[in-house]
């Protein structure tokens, strides 16, 4: 029997279909509940699932972001001592610098001292007074005369004899005068001198106290940072970006270095490891000149971390100060060879260079011409081969910062794609939630003529059904409640731990 | 200084866990056909040869021979040699390589029989006992085998691993007058190397020469 022949209860095919209308409807009408309820346990279970998700990706965001602090707050706080260390080792070294000086300071003040003190005596001597006649015969020549000629002549002589005297003693002031006038002119540079000294001294101290001045705003900033404030937080982190980027540029910069390094030495090594062989896909010649760059990698690192520049071995940095040195000799030695090995490999890669230049011409039937050779590619080549190596050494200092700095960066781009993924967990929650309410709305749309009709039909009884289906809804509302405020349950639950 | 590499070498390679197994190197054998009027098309050879000591590198083979009445012995290889490791050595070689076989073409006298067969399986045998990587059998003829009487050539090919190329492969007169004739040589050929388990490959134009490695 086919289907279709299934179907028809009646003759008549219209009213064989209606019939299955109102039969699919009024099953459907009396699947309602239950499928109301699955439809809307679905959406909670997805619902609530999706939310506990969120709930715990977010916990696990507050406790990354923590932690993140954490380590913020020790790299910042690392960072400050070490700077606030450095401002006391160079006042140190100032203090140093100065007290060693200060004897001889004190000498040569004191030598001044003296010597303006000799000179100034030495200016204070009185000039040479009159002999002590003189008033004698001042006396005698203010004598009124008769007339007498002897008398007169007499006077006349005393008279001449007083005016020399005069010339002579006026002569003789000048001349002490002149003597001290001189004494005090050689006086003139050594107060020079001591202005000099004690500007020395004064600059010194500016110095010392300029240090102070940034000791002081250092440890206001350590302090923030000690007691971990948000400004310290915030200070931190926008630090530790401009860090990473920078230090990310200057590890770009040297990786570029780093190729061109290596370009210099891979053809020249195949002539002392062989061409032939290989290592893996690579070239064992390649292996060989990228082994030999990444040595003096090792050695700028350990160089850097032997002056104490870079802390990335901590065991290095704690050693005592001879061993230290002997490390920074031997590191810096070995430097010097690879980057000597280096320069000789850049001067045979111009000689095999131009070997294979010569041979591709042979080759290609070119008619070799006289080229002018010129030393300075060669020599450019030698001075870069030997150059890099020792500019290589200096990628320990950003890629220090690129290492303490990353650590903070990926930690808060990892808690940004927390709570990324908490969002999209909340957005599948959400959906999932109002998909169900859709689904349950639409089914309703579809029986639509049973619901009327049961309006019709049972009236008030609706309202009171609705009632119950309002507190069938209401059953899970505890269960809601506490998704709802999940974070506070989680919170509650973390201080009770 | 030779020694620290090694020493590093060897550490890179025992913290990689890696080692090379792969047999990368090159051995070419060129068969040059030196019979009858296409004696003349050999300096279109000295070109390939360029073009080959221009790209084979160091542990790289290469070996010249023609193809006569006799092909198949070692005493019609014009030149062969191995390349040194080191790229200054390769290049001394290469020159003096590039000057024998120039001399060779220059004073070479045309032969009465062609023997092709005679020289692939001279080919096969020199390549093998050099233990290349990966091989290639360059034919520069015009494909067309003449055997004196006497001559035995109906050995089927063992060319598992090989490359064969044919070079410049100039139509006959005959060939003008019905291609079919050309075709299936070309074909016959095709046939034999492939049955042998080897890779076949024709190039006419010499400015595709760099089709010969790189189809492989």
Redesign the interface.
């Known amino acids: 029997m086919p289907f279709a022949n299934m179907l028809s209860i009646t003759a008549n095919p219209f009213l064989s279909m209606l019939v299955w209308i109102v039969l699919l409807l009024a099953a459907l009408y009396f699947a309602r509940k239950p499928f109301h309820r699955a439809v809307g346990s679905l959406s909670k279970i997805v619902h609530n699932a999706m939310r506990l998700s969120a709930a715990s990706v977010m916990a696990a965001e507050k406790r990354l972001l923590k932690r993140n602090r954490e380590v913020l707050m020790a790299a910042g706080r690392e960072h400050a001592e070490r700077i606030v260390e450095r401002e006391f080792d160079r006042i140190n070294a100032s203090v140093i610098r100065d007290l060693e000086g200060y004897p001889n300071l004190h000498r040569r003040l004191s030598e001044l001292t003296i010597k303006l003190d000799e000179d100034y005596s030495k200016s204070a001597d009185l000039p040479p007074e009159l002999p002590n006649w003189i008033p004698i015969i001042e006396s005698i020549a203010k004598i009124k005369h008769t007339g007498d000629t002897m008398v007169s002549n007499m006077l006349a002589e005393i008279n001449r004899t007083l005016a020399e005297q005069h010339k002579s003693a006026i002569e003789s002031h000048r001349a002490s005068g002149s003597a001290r006038h001189a004494i005090l002119n050689k006086m003139l540079p050594v107060w020079r001198k001591v202005q000099k000294t004690l500007n020395d001294v004064n600059k010194a101290i500016g110095n010392l106290n300029q240090r102070a001045q940034s000791i002081d705003r250092y440890m206001d900033d350590y302090e923030q940072i000690r007691m971990q404030t948000d400004k310290a937080a915030r200070m931190l982190s926008s630090s530790s970006f401009t860090q990473f980027f920078i230090s990310g540029l200057v590890l770009a910069i040297a990786f570029g270095g780093a190729i061109i390094n290596f370009n210099l030495i891979a053809?020249p090594?195949?002539?002392?490891?062989?061409?032939?062989?290989?290592?893996?896909p690579y070239k064992?010649s390649d292996?060989?000149g990228l082994?030999?760059i990444l040595?003096e990698l090792t050695m700028g690192l350990f160089l850097m971390e032997s002056l104490r520049i870079t802390r990335l071995f901590p065991v290095i940095g704690s050693m005592d100060d001879r061993m230290r040195y002997r490390m920074i000799w031997i590191t810096f030695t070995m430097l010097a060879i690879l980057a000597g090995?280096e320069s000789a490999l850049a001067f045979m890669r111009d000689?095999?260079a131009q070997?294979?230049e010569a041979?591709?011409q042979?080759?290609?039937?070119v008619e070799q011409t006289t080229v002018v050779t010129s030393a300075i590619p060669t020599v450019g080549q030698m001075i870069m081969g030997f150059i890099l190596p020792f500019a290589l050494a200096f990628v320990a200092i950003p890629l220090e910062s690129f290492v303490s700095s990353s650590r903070t960066v990926l930690g808060i781009c990892a808690t940004g794609g927390l709570r990324l993924v908490a969002f999209i967990l909340r957005l599948i929650g959400n959906i999932g939630y109002y998909t169900g309410r859709l689904v349950i709305t639409l089914y309703d749309l579809i029986i639509f003529p049973t619901i009327w009709l049961e309006g019709v039909v049972v009236g008030s009884r609706v309202k009171r059904k609705e009632r119950l289906e309002g507190n069938l809804y209401k059953e899970s509302a505890i269960t809601d409640e506490a998704v709802e405020n999940i974070d506070d349950t989680v919170k509650f639950k973390e201080s009770q731990e | 200084?030779?020694r620290i590499?090694?020493i590093?070498?060897v550490?890179?390679?025992s913290l990689?866990g890696?080692?090379?197994t792969?047999n990368?190197?090159k051995g070419v054998y060129m068969l040059l056909d030196t019979s009858g009027t296409y004696a003349l098309e050999l300096n279109k050879a000295q070109?390939i040869l360029?073009?080959l000591?221009?790209v084979l590198?160091?542990?790289?083979t290469l070996a010249v021979a023609r193809i006569d009445t006799g092909s198949f012995s070692e005493k019609d290889i014009v030149a062969k040699v191995t390349?040194d490791?080191?790229?200054?050595i390769?290049?001394n070689q290469?020159?003096s390589f590039?000057k024998t076989v120039n001399t060779f073409t220059s004073t070479v006298k045309s032969s009465k029989y062609t023997d092709i067969s005679g020289g692939i399986l001279q080919a096969i045998e020199f390549l093998n006992e050099q233990k290349s990587g990966r091989k290639y059998i360059l034919i520069f003829s015009d494909l067309k085998e003449e055997l004196a009487q006497g001559y035995v050539r109906d050995i089927p090919f063992q060319l598992a691993g090989f490359n064969v190329i044919a070079l410049n492969v100039t139509k006959l007169r005959a060939d003008n007058l019905d291609p079919k004739i050309y075709q299936g040589r070309v074909e016959q050929w095709r046939g034999e190397v492939e049955k042998g388990g080897g890779n076949w490959n024709m190039i006419n134009d010499l400015e595709n020469l760099d089709h010969i490695f790189s189809k492989t």
Do not use: H
């Open positions: 053809l090594m195949s002539e002392m490891v062989g061409g032939a062989s290989y290592i893996g064992t292996v060989a082994v030999i040595i090995v000689r095999i070997d294979m041979l591709r042979t080759l290609a039937g | 200084m030779k590499v090694g590093a070498i550490l890179v390679v990689t890696c080692s090379d792969e990368r190197s070109s360029n073009y000591l221009g590198q160091p542990g790289d390349f490791e080191r790229p200054s390769t290049n290469k020159r590039q």
